[in-house]
Nanobody, 124 residues
């Protein structure tokens, strides 16, 4: 099983940017679809973005499309989420997740490995 660790969160003002990173170990990284999810207090975990094994295809939630960019560097066993134009409603714990296979899904239960999460707080 692949192990995941996220980092890069922080406290920022609306309109700012953060680059979140997720480092993977174990398994063959390119065999995994990688996703980012987030969970705000009192809310269910929601899909943010995902990228296929070698980076050819991506999927974004409508709420972040045009603002966030997911990418991966398989040589570094890493996946990234560039978050731009951050809004108050982007405040959440952001989780990196992995699933083996070639298809992108937005359902959290279809991902089998999860990181510990990194906090993103957007506040004025």
């Amino acid at each position: 099983q692949v192990q995941l660790v996220e980092f890069g969160g922080g406290l920022v003002q609306p309109g700012a940017s953060l680059r979140l990173s997720c480092a993977a170990s174990g398994g063959t990284f390119s065999s995994y679809v990688m996703g980012w999810f987030r969970q705000a207090p009192g809310k269910e975990r929601e899909f943010v973005a995902a990228v296929t094994g070698i980076g050819f295809n991506t999927l974004y939630a409508n709420s972040v499309k045009g603002r966030f960019t997911i990418s991966r560097d398989n040589a570094k066993n890493s996946v990234y989420l560039q978050t731009n134009s951050l809004k108050l409603e982007d405040t959440a714990v952001y989780y990196c997740a992995a699933r083996r296979g070639g298809s992108i899904y937005s359902t959290p239960t279809l991902y089998t490995a999860w990181g510990q999460g990194t906090q993103v707080t957007v506040s004025s």
